[in-house]
């Protein structure tokens, strides 16, 4: 593509993922524009198109694809179809933007990969993190030597149930391992450990045990695991989907000989530094529309006016350690 190409997107899926954290950013975009919108339910395509004036609108994948107004796709559908409507994509010559995580498989993920690479369409994901000021600054911290030489990292999440959890006939997808890939680990731990891979490294080892603690649907609620970085550096984690109110976390520590670093990845509360100076918050705000940086570097990246490496490539070894720890591979 070329640097005054219009990319124009059709978005397969349409659900609460694209009214407010991606959707809007698209058409905020110098050179990016939505041009149609696909959901297998008639009435939901049509309302999302008449709501954020989108001119067209399919009950059909494949459809979409072959629109040739659209020469971009974004894929928001649950995990289990990201592959099959990637390679879709990128067998038509469409580029693709691929919601996180990128298949419910690390298998499925290599698939992706292979035709990508055999068909040069280029496939990003939603890592969309990476690219926040709030995360940005965790990385000029460490990277400063705000706690010196990082010798651990650990991960601490714990929430209670949802409400829906708690419906057995109407389960929600995410803890459905069919459609999600596993529970609510599947869809929350990866954007951590991309985080952490792109601030240390890929990740080479990872073992973990899964749990069911609270009995409110098949799949694991609870899950401890420990890994290590290929530079040596071990970390660990927990999580918990199923904890008292009272036991509310959303933390990784970064552990320094110089001191610590602490933040979230789902509340953004203060950065806390502590060093031999003392206690010290560092408050950063993110946009908006919180996927508009990734999506306007991807815009850029196929207009050739940047390198976007949130790709296909990148986030594959993200279900490689997802899927090791839960014992999938």
């Known amino acids: ?25 698209f058409s905020l975009i110098p050179g990016s524009q939505v041009t149609a919108v696909m959901s297998r339910n008639r009435e939901k395509a049509r ?30 559908t649950p995990p289990s179809t990201h592959a099959t409507y990637a390679i879709m ?13 990128m298949a419910s498989n690390y298998e499925d993920c290599c698939r992706i990969n292979r035709i990508a690479e055999k068909t040069h369409v280029p496939c990003f994901v939603a890592y969309y993190r990476r690219y926040l000021p709030y995360f ?11 706690v010196g030489n990082v010798i651990n990292v650990q991960i601490r999440f714990a929430v ?18 069919d459609i999600a890939g596993g529970g609510y680990f599947y869809d929350l731990a990866p954007h951590q450990i991309d985080l952490l891979q792109e601030m240390f490294g890929p990740i080479i080892e990872a073992e973990g045990f ?9 799949t694991e609620d609870t899950v401890s695991a420990c890994f290590r970085f290929e530079d040596g550096l071990p970390g660990s984690g927990s999580w918990c989907f199923v904890a008292h109110e009272s036991a509310k ?29 003392g206690r010290q918050e560092v408050r950063v705000d993110n946009p908006p529309f919180v996927q508009l940086p990734l999506i306007k570097l991807v815009v850029e990246h196929l207009q050739d006016k940047a390198v976007c490496t949130c ?13 090791r720890i839960l014992g999938k591979i």
């Not at 309302?47 to 009950?59: L, M």
């Not at 209670?160 to 389960?171: A, S, V």
């Open 136 to 146: 940005i600054k965790v990385r000029e911290l460490i990277k400063e030597g705000a």
């Open 89 to 101: 994509a990128m067998k038509s010559g469409k580029a693709v933007y691929v919601e996180k995580p």
């Open 160 to 177: 209670p149930p949802r409400d829906l959890d708690y419906n057995r006939t109407n389960l929600p997808w995410r803890v459905q391992p």
């Open 249 to 277: 976390e959303d933390r990784i520590e970064i552990i320094g000989d110089s001191g610590s670093l602490s933040f979230s990845v789902f509340t953004y509360d203060p950065i806390v530094l502590h060093t031999e100076h």
């Open 1 to 25: 593509m070329t640097n005054d190409k219009v990319i124009k997107w059709g978005f397969i899926g349409c659900g609460e993922v694209t009214e407010k954290k991606s959707g809007p950013a």
């Open 47 to 76: 309302s999302y198109a008449e709501r954020h004036h989108i001119p067209k609108w399919y009950t059909d994948a494949q459809a979409l694809v072959d629109d040739p107004d659209v020469n971009a796709v974004y894929i928001a």
């Open 311 to 323: 790709d296909c490539v990148s986030a594959t070894s993200v279900n490689w350690v997802v899927d």
């Open 210 to 218: 899964k749990a069911n603690r609270g009995g409110l649907y098949a």
